[in-house]
């Protein structure tokens, strides 16, 4: 799958691009896998059952499963995303959650660096704009713009209660465009970009990809740093086992750069293990 150019300028112009139905025929076969991770990690959160009462994260995600891991080979993501990032995209890394509760407005990110990085979501239920489906303001990734720059003084991070105290709105009313989504479904905005849900169940199942654009070698220190964020998940490589493993030429071509820099993780993990009581949920 490519993009067309219409494609390439909504994305450009709006920082999302959705795609019914491009997995419907394996919607099934995509939930089994999910649950069956899950299920090899003790259910929830840190390997426990999950609660219903708090989101249940796991980092990384996709890599623990063979069929999974191979998402990342099939030409309806890799094409559209090496249209978006180049050929030699870097993969950054997966998540999979059972949601509680709302997520408030935020990006993933703003401006934190100069390589683009971009997020694909799989819903693996029925979501609608009251139970959790993906919220986003279309074009409030634009760096430097000052409505964009706006929108991220009054909404920074998802931790933030701005939205109420500067605008006196919850933010569910925030103006925005709901995504709404069926399993089998592929939704795909860039990092920057504004974006929330509210509503829905205390299971909500949801996994995502996400990509970078490759570094370039005066930039690895910035790419070393980036590499680290896993270290609040207690991710000890930036893959899993199964991922690197079943990695063909093409896949391991958007691996080797942050396999190649990931040596100083199981010393921040060591660390980290000793500050937290679990990883982190988001």
């Known amino acids: 799958m490519t993009l067309s150019d219409q494609q390439l300028a909504f994305f450009e112009t709006f920082g999302y691009l959705t795609f019914p139905g491009a997995f419907a025929d394996e919607a099934e076969r995509i939930a089994d896998e999910f649950e069956r991770v899950w299920a090899d990690h003790g259910g929830g959160h ?6 219903h009462e708090r989101r249940s994260a796991l980092v990384p995600f996709i890599d ?7 998402l990342l080979d099939d030409p309806r993501v ?22 509680v509760g709302d997520t408030r407005w935020h990006s993933d990110g703003f401006a934190r660096s100069k390589y ?10 029925p979501v609608t ?44 009313d925030v103006p925005d465009l709901a995504l709404e989504s ?8 860039i990092h920057d970009l504004k974006h929330a849900s509210f509503g829905g169940g205390t299971r909500r199942r949801m996994f995502t990809i ?27 490589r930036a893959y899993g086992d199964v991922m690197i493993r079943t990695a063909g030429p093409r ?18 993990v060591r660390q980290a293990r000793q500050e937290m009581i679990e990883p982190s949920r988001s």
């Open 64 to 70: 623990q499963n063979e069929y999974l891991s191979a």
């Open 182 to 189: 069926q399993p089998g479904d592929m939704v795909l905005f």
């Open 251 to 268: 896949r391991m071509r958007h691996l080797e750069q942050r396999l190649a820099n990931d040596d100083h993780l199981p010393e921040l």
């Open 129 to 172: 704009r009251d139970s959790g489906c993906l919220r986003v303001i279309p074009g409030s990734h634009h760096r430097g713009d000052d409505y964009a720059e706006s929108l991220q003084r009054i909404m920074p991070s998802s931790r933030s209660a701005s939205v109420q105290e500067r605008l006196g709105i919850d933010g569910r």
């Open 78 to 99: 890799d094409g559209v995303v090496s249209a978006l990032l180049g050929d030699d995209y870097n993969y950054t890394g997966s998540d999979g959650n059972f949601y």
């Open 46 to 51: 840190n390997r426990q059952a999950h609660d």
């Open 210 to 236: 996400n990509m970078s654009e490759r570094f370039r070698d005066d930039d690895i220190d910035e790419l070393r740093e980036d590499v680290a964020t896993l270290v609040r998940f207690w991710a000890e």
């Open 116 to 125: 683009r990085s971009i997020k694909i979501a799989f819903y693996l239920d």
